[in-house]
């Protein structure tokens, strides 16, 4: 059986963890720059405030609701991330995290007689010693565990075994096709249009049909829908490679130096995540807008492929700043930047180029690695290319007014408690 | 061939590998249910000063005597636990909502 462990509402529950005055009151958690709302707890998802929704248009049902409103504050959840990590592998030796708030747990080998009752008592156990809800789905495969969780949300008492129902297709049945794990917007299309609406018709649709428009990694979540195990330990279906990493402005930009200084900042960000990862990027795509909320809109992307994969920062900002040079349009007012790497490789599978200079790009390494160890040991960027700007002209960095303290990373950020 | 090999001067006295001293290893018992507070305001009886940073972990059990911190009245707060509330450790929804955590640990800053 695998079981996934879902964090409820996990960015709104993290605040509550030392504001017990926030139990049951509605919590928004805001997007970098506090743009839009990416965390609702669940008084707060009942007042209508829905996923992704612009700040500004909410504002009034916040004021008049008393809503505890955060600008994101990922020292705290990614603290909370790994407490709640690290307290899951002391019930499961195989764990494999899958997000900030998810974790896949291969219950094989604990030889477990009730799985429920040990879903019961990792649930309470995180509740109490880590301080954050959780909700638990159990299935045979990854994709029915994913399914299971969606249900064991709604349940009181966050726990779900679709593995025990007797009727399992019935549970399916009332499950949306583009709410399968896996299942996109682009292929829940072409499934409708034969009518596959539900899980349960997926799961008993044509494995020819299946494998000619949607490709083998279709099939395997069919497979996985009628309890067959396709995605094993540390596999997914929706693979994406890709980092991305993008921001909405602390104001609007139109000047090209700007724009290329916030450019060069966040592509340096990205191509240390690639490294973190140990991989190495062959696209790199920058990509530029104004605000959604005025009427010529502009969104503008251009794509620029790498001679050889890289992932050292001067190579990966050289050619963001590449493709804003191509995207960018004079006298608009922008608001977002991003980049995004793409064609993602692991540093084992590099084929060295013809023309590649070993001696140089190991030198680079070294530099790299070093900039990337200051950085983290300082938890912010302390390194970084003179193209990204100095700190007192970075006009841009977002701003995160409404941040909690981060209570567990910082000295001189601990909760109080009067004595 | 290890024991064919041949050494001059002095073994180091220091085969073994040098192991110091960690104060993580004695004050957190659980890394993941440990957090720490900071005191604001002294408590003579419970040794407390203002500015002390008290270490809690929230997996033990109370017993009778020990420091907890509970929620009450929507804030943090410090509770000595007496005989009568020392609980057993299946944990009802009660016990969740009103424990924070149990205190192991004063940090005292003396100079």
Excluded at chain 1, 45 to 66: C, D, H, Q, W
Excluded at chain 2, 18 to 44: P, W
């Amino acid at each position: 059986m695998i079981a996934l462990v879902d964090c409820d509402s996990f960015y709104a529950s993290c605040e509550r963890i030392f504001r017990p005055d926030l139990k049951d009151k509605p919590v928004i958690v805001l997007s970098n720059n506090d743009g839009c709302v990416i965390a609702r707890s669940r008084e707060a998802k009942a007042l209508g405030i829905s996923m992704g929704v612009p700040y500004f248009k909410v504002r009034e049902v916040v004021t008049k609701n008393n809503v505890a409103v955060f600008s994101s504050n990922y020292a705290l959840y990614q603290d909370i991330s790994s407490r709640a990590l690290e307290t899951i592998r002391n019930f499961c030796p195989e764990v494999e995290p899958y997000s900030i708030d998810e974790s896949f747990l291969i219950l094989d080998s604990l030889r477990l007689r009730d799985e429920a009752a040990f879903a019961k008592r990792l649930r309470q156990f995180i509740k109490r010693s880590v301080g954050i809800p959780v909700s638990v789905g159990i299935g045979q495969t990854k994709t029915l565990a994913k399914i299971a969780t969606k249900i064991a949300k709604q349940a009181d008492e966050g726990i779900y075994n679709i593995a025990a129902q007797e009727d399992p297709d019935c549970i399916l049945a009332s499950m949306a096709v583009e709410d399968i794990w896996g299942i996109g917007q682009h292929q829940s299309k072409k499934l409708r249009a034969v009518r596959i609406r539900t899980a349960r018709d997926l799961k008993y649709a044509e494995d020819g049909w299946i494998k000619k428009h949607l490709s083998v990694v279709g099939l395997r979540t069919v497979y996985e829908l009628r309890g067959f195990r396709c995605f094993g330990f540390k596999e997914i279906p929706d693979n994406r490679k890709s980092i991305c990493v993008s921001r909405s402005l602390g104001t609007y930009l139109t000047n090209y130096n700007e724009l290329s200084q916030a450019v060069a900042f966040y592509a340096s960000l990205a191509s240390e995540k690639l490294r973190a990862q140990r991989s190495l990027a062959n696209v790199v795509t920058t990509y530029i807008s104004t605000s959604f909320h005025v009427p010529d809109c502009y969104w503008g992307s251009k794509r620029v492929c790498l001679a050889t994969p890289k992932n050292d920062s001067p190579s990966i900002v050289r050619a963001a700043l590449e493709g804003l040079r191509l995207a960018y349009i004079e006298g608009k007012k922008y608001k977002r930047v991003g980049v995004l790497l793409s064609e993602i490789s692991s540093c084992k599978e590099l084929q060295k180029g013809l023309f590649c200079d070993i001696k140089q790009s190991k030198k680079l390494d070294i530099l790299m690695r070093e900039i990337d160890k200051i950085n983290l040991e300082a938890n912010k960027p302390l390194v970084w290319l003179a193209a990204g700007g100095k700190p007192e002209s970075q006009k841009w960095v977002t701003s995160a007014s409404m941040r909690s303290p981060r209570y567990t990373s910082y000295w001189d950020e601990l909760p109080t408690i009067k004595v | 061939m290890g024991r064919f090999n041949t050494t001059t001067g002095f073994p180091t006295p220091a085969a073994e590998k040098a192991h110091s001293l960690d104060l993580n290893e004695l004050i957190i018992y659980n890394r993941a249910s440990t957090y720490f507070l900071r005191a604001s305001g002294d408590c003579l009886k419970l040794g407390i000063c203002n500015g002390d940073i008290l270490v809690i972990d929230r997996s033990l059990n109370p017993c009778d005597g020990d420091i907890a911190v509970v929620v009450k009245d929507d804030s943090l707060q410090l509770k000595e636990i007496i005989p009568s509330e020392v609980i057993h450790p299946n944990f009802s929804d009660e016990w969740q909502e009103r424990f924070f955590g149990i205190v192991t640990w004063v940090i005292h800053k003396a100079k």
